[in-house]
């Protein structure tokens, strides 16, 4: 079991490109999810999936976009990449239900910084 | 609306000591989860415990335990002799189950245990 894996780990962007964010996982998930991580702010939703062709946003979404075609893949795009969204970010999973409902594991994290 | 707190935004205690980050939630939920993530130095989210909103049984493992008040809204994390490898950013989380398993996160306490 690899877990969640994200690729790539590190990213340098010029503002206005765009890239997309991988992130998989091989544990059977229901549930994934985008979150961003700045300093002295914790973790924030970026948008979220329950499971296959269903996705939501969460608190910061603006700027960002996801699909979700198969369970293992959760792809967050970065349409047009700004300053603010510098940042380290985070994608994760859980089972919907069972003894481990809702525990998210979260993958290694990809470093992003917008020149 | 949900919301996790952690006061404590550094903590430095020497090895050996014992030491408590604290953590308080709101939720109008009767429902819910809480968890407790450590991120080391690497940068990884590693899950340490979830707790169900219905079980106010304190638990230990090994040298780390935790305090879960429902009266008091707080969800509470002991390291008993600290040692060096516990330096990292402890989050305290609070998920949603009603909306997709969303993760409140708190803004993370640092600790540096000092040799």
């Known amino acids: 079991n690899a877990g969640v894996t994200q690729t790539p780990k590190f990213q340098v962007l010029k503002t206005g490109q765009s890239m997309t964010l991988q992130c998989a996982q091989d544990m059977n998930h229901e549930y994934m999810s985008w979150y961003r991580q700045d300093p002295g702010m914790g973790l924030r939703l970026i948008h979220y999936s329950v499971g296959a062709g269903i996705t939501d946003q969460g608190e910061v979404p603006n700027g960002y976009n996801v699909s979700r075609s198969t369970t293992e893949d959760f792809p967050l795009r970065l349409l047009s990449a700004a300053p603010s969204q510098t940042s380290v970010y985070f994608c994760a999973s859980s089972y919907r239900g069972g003894a481990e409902a809702d525990t998210q594991y979260f993958g290694p994290g990809t470093r992003l910084t917008v020149l | 609306a949900q919301k996790v707190t952690q006061a404590q935004t550094e903590i430095s205690v020497v090895e050996k000591e014992d030491v408590t980050l604290d953590c308080v939630y709101e939720t109008r939920d009767t429902t819910y989860y809480l968890f407790w993530y450590k991120q080391p130095p690497s940068g990884e989210l590693v899950f340490l415990i979830r707790?169900?909103?219905?079980?106010?049984q304190n638990e230990i493992s090994g040298r780390y335990s935790w305090n879960f008040q429902k009266s008091t809204s707080s969800f509470n994390f002991t390291i008993t002799a600290s040692q060096v490898v516990d330096s990292a950013v402890y989050f305290c989380?609070?998920?949603?189950?009603?909306?997709?398993?969303?993760?409140?996160f708190g803004t993370g306490t640092s600790l540096t245990v000092i040799p």
């Open positions: 707790r169900n909103s219905f079980d106010e």
């Open positions: 989380a609070l998920s949603d189950i009603k909306g997709g398993n969303q993760f409140y």
